[in-house]
């Protein structure tokens, strides 16, 4: 999918909504757990529920390979539905993967070819030579960790490296690696007072924003320092929409939150 | 397995050799593909001609994944076969993971749980605690990126941070995390001359070492630097061993570059 698709997606549905597919069966509806693959039921019903009034999913693989071969098979069913079902919605593997050239490579062909995913997203602690393979992929995106949502944030990622915070440093640097195009970045909602200094180095890359929701992160914060002339954001919810409720009309109770974020998203869009 | 345990296997083989067994299809003996699972076909034949001469063999997951869930099915078999026939040797999933808190957690189950896996590779970059729910478990080994042994290493592991190299502020900070005697770490054989700078920070910790062969890292500048009195080194060696030769013997070709590598390490250990 190119970047061009992605906006005219957003602005057709009035919506920049991504839903985290994040599927640990200890927290998913009891009834479906009859069900022959338990994920995937969760996963499909979520999707026919709230495809309207997103933009993209984003699968975290950790859920999937917890399950070992069952949760690989159900993380395939679930990008095929996608790709089948609604071609239009940009799928995101968070995979927050990163090796060495030709082993990224292998993970690229894993998450774009394999499974046909449009973006990955990947670490950027082994630097360019890690990076650039996911970038060589055509109308393929790679979504690089920036500045995260969690407390170990401030561990490495806002220490001063040759005096710059070393996530400006990251956004920085990476701005000359080939076909840097295709980068987007992961910037957590929780950090929105940093959104304008991030937008004076990167001011139209799209980022893909954690953390509005259950983690604190507030989406009128993130839009007055985020936003771009082409939108430029994801905004990501994972446990405030798909585990709404545990009861058999789970399905409603999500797109009843993915309705709110986008009902917000959409008052944002038109002023 | 416990940290005694991979010692005293040191000690017995004279070795402290890992294998990596990045099994790419385009670089494996040919005759191999009519198997019906020639990734596990060729991992076997390795481990079969090999487990004497090293202590640890070391699959990338990027590797299997490539391949999918047949790839996902390879791997399982691998880590099952030598969970049964070799309980002895220390297993490596090289997967570089890592995520926020309970997603940490997932990944953490699929390796250590879901394929029993001695040990996991993680990056740092997402900080305290993303690496802690891997420390969590018992008689498990978390091997967190330090300095790696690619060209982008200097992209950021060796910029100043705060008057210390960032990968100097990885090693210091990670040891006031919990459960952090279950820590090693990677440091590439590519940069040997920073071992005795690092053994300062971390005088006991096992070290894995890539580089050494392929990507022109020198065995005995690694081990001048990096021995300490636990041994504590690992030396990786991929494709140097596994793709040795490519005829019906590529078995054997394969043992004997791991037992030159053997004997070499038996000539320091002697020392």
Redesign the interface.
Same mark, same amino acid.
């Given at each position: 999918m190119t970047t061009k698709q992605l906006v005219a997606q957003i602005i057709k549905k009035k919506s920049f909504l991504c839903i985290g597919l994040?599927v640990?069966l200890a927290k998913i509806p009891p009834h479906l757990l009859q069900e022959e693959d338990p994920i995937f039921a969760f996963n499909k019903a979520i999707i026919d529920a709230t495809h309207h009034l997103c933009v993209a999913y984003k699968p +975290?693989t *950790? !859920?999937y390979? *917890?399950?070992?071969?069952k949760?690989?098979?159900s993380l395939?069913k679930t990008i095929n539905y996608l790709n089948e079902k609604h071609p239009e919605i940009f799928t995101i593997a968070?995979a927050?993967? $990163? #090796?060495? $050239?030709n082993? &990224?490579t292998?993970?690229a /062909?894993?998450f774009f070819e #394999? %499974?046909a995913f449009d973006s990955v997203t990947v *670490?950027?602690?082994?630097? /360019?030579? &890690?990076?650039e393979p996911f970038l060589a992929f055509e109308n393929k995106h790679t979504i690089m960790?920036a500045l995260? &949502? +969690?407390? $170990? *944030? !401030?561990? !490495? =990622?806002t220490?001063?490296? #040759?005096g710059k915070e %070393?996530y400006k =440093?990251?956004l920085e640097?990476s701005k000359s690696w080939k076909n840097s195009e295709n980068l987007m970045y992961v910037v957590g909602a929780t950090k929105a007072e940093y959104f304008a200094e991030i937008r004076k180095i990167i001011p139209t890359s799209f980022l893909l924003v954690p953390g509005v929701g259950a983690q604190g992160g507030n989406l009128q914060d993130v839009c007055k320092y985020g936003l771009s002339e082409n939108i430029g954001l994801l905004i990501n919810s994972s446990r405030g929409i798909i585990y709404a409720s545990k009861d058999e009309n789970f399905a409603n109770s999500a797109a009843e939150k993915a309705k709110e974020l986008q009902t917000q998203m959409e008052v944002i869009l038109n002023n």
């Open positions: 994040d640990d +975290n *950790a !859920f390979e *917890a399950y070992g071969i949760g690989w098979k395939e968070d927050k993967r $990163g #090796d060495i $050239g082993t &990224s292998m993970y /062909k894993a #394999d %499974l *670490a950027p602690y082994m630097g /360019k030579d &890690s990076v960790l995260t &949502s +969690n407390e $170990g *944030a !401030f561990d !490495f =990622q220490k001063t490296v #040759d %070393l =440093q990251v640097t």
